[in-house]
């Protein structure tokens, strides 16, 4: 059974710095790409960022580009996110997602088919 578990969130002020790690499992053949979403109260799920493993392709939302750094292993099936100058905006669920299959887009959450039960990360002002 596949599991992806992070960790790394926590409650930090504005300007302050974050890692957040996530480590996938129960799958041996690995994962094509691997990202990061958030979801803040009474929004939708929004995309951070993703790694395509085959070529080492990365990926960002806008409004964290140039901010946060997604790195990873993918021998260790292991992503990180790197989150600096944090705003109160950041502040959400941050969660984890796996995909083990070659897609036309990897900003789409439907592109996903692992999840991790998220961190919580909280920037105040």
């Known amino acids: 059974q596949v599991q992806l578990v992070e960790s790394g969130g926590g409650l930090v002020q504005a300007g302050d710095s974050l890692r957040l790690s996530c480590v996938a499992s129960g799958r041996t053949s690995g994962y094509y790409a691997m990202a990061w979403f958030r979801q803040a109260p009474g929004k939708e799920r929004e995309f951070v960022a993703a790694v395509r493993w085959n070529g080492g392709t990365l990926y960002y939302a806008d409004s964290v580009k140039g901010r946060f750094t997604i790195s990873g292993d993918n021998a260790k099936n292991t992503v990180f996110l790197q989150m600096n100058t944090l705003k109160p905006e950041d502040t959400a669920v941050y969660y984890c997602?796996?995909?083990?299959?070659?897609?036309?887009?990897?900003?789409?959450?439907?592109?996903?088919?692992?999840w991790g039960q998220g961190t919580q990360v909280t920037v105040s002002s």
């Open positions: 997602a796996a995909t083990p299959y070659l897609r036309s887009s990897y900003y789409a959450s439907e592109g996903y088919n692992y």
